[in-house]
């Protein structure tokens, strides 16, 4: 029921891009994305509803393939203070709006 | 920003104690939540609620219990704490008028039972 995030890990360096997948195996109804700092508690960056909306926030943008049940989030030209850890957050059309995160995608920008 | 809080930041402890980690929001939230986490792991729901008396189990089982008895405080006990408790509790809330409202996260509180 755990959503499924991909890569675990990435190390990028200042101005690169990332993306960052988050995929459920069963019919979704909303996604949230969060990054977590160390030591600290995950700060909210956006949620995408059931209809393939893209959203933005910044240089960080999300999308929702309703088809695939995936989410991707999108990191353009990254700078230092994007490291940390991202969540992403899922429910179902059958859940009562509980959240369920996945494992986490750790990245780390380096100048 | 959030106005959501967790008492204790830090608490050790011995094996055996009752604990109790207090978590209250400012923000008229109908949902509260309590996420366990292990460091550098992802997030857990072991305790959720949506009003007034009103409790489920999470996904992940847990030997903690809580209760909603004002919509504002959603306080987790742990009757006799053992070292696998040993983790950071994350408490949230979130907005009842839809499942597209985000979660406020307290600073969470860090248990070490020793």
């Known amino acids: 029921q755990q959503p499924v995030q991909s890569p675990q890990a990435v190390i990028l360096r200042e101005g690169e891009d990332a993306v960052i997948n988050c995929s459920s195996s069963k019919a979704l109804y909303s996604v949230h994305w969060y990054r977590q700092k160390h030591g600290e508690a995950p700060v909210f960056l956006m949620i995408?509803?059931?209809?393939?909306e893209q959203k933005g926030h910044e240089k960080i943008s999300a999308s929702f393939n309703e088809k695939k049940q995936q989410s991707s989030l999108y990191l353009t030209a990254s700078q230092l203070s994007y490291s940390g850890t991202y969540f992403c957050g899922t429910s179902w059309m059958d859940s009562s709006y509980k959240l369920i995160f996945g494992s986490g995608t750790r990245l780390l920008v380096r100048p | 920003e959030a106005d959501i809080y967790q008492t204790p930041r830090y608490l050790v402890i011995g094996t055996g104690k009752k604990i109790t980690l207090e978590c209250s929001q400012t923000?008229?939230?109908?949902?509260m939540y309590w996420y366990q986490q292990d460091p550098g792991m992802e997030l857990h729901l072991i305790h959720y609620?949506?009003?007034?008396?009103?409790?489920e189990k999470g996904d992940l089982s847990s030997e903690s219990t809580v209760s909603r008895i004002r919509t504002e405080h959603f306080p987790l006990t742990l009757e006799s704490a053992r070292p696998s408790h040993t983790s950071q509790y994350l408490c949230?809330?979130?907005?009842?008028?839809?499942?597209?409202?985000?979660?406020?996260f307290g600073s969470g509180t860090q248990l070490s039972v020793l």
């Open positions: 949230a809330s979130s907005d009842s008028s839809g499942p597209g409202e985000k979660l406020f």
């Open positions: 923000m008229g939230h109908d949902k």
């Open positions: 995408l509803l059931k209809g393939g």
């Open positions: 609620s949506y009003g007034v008396n009103s409790t």
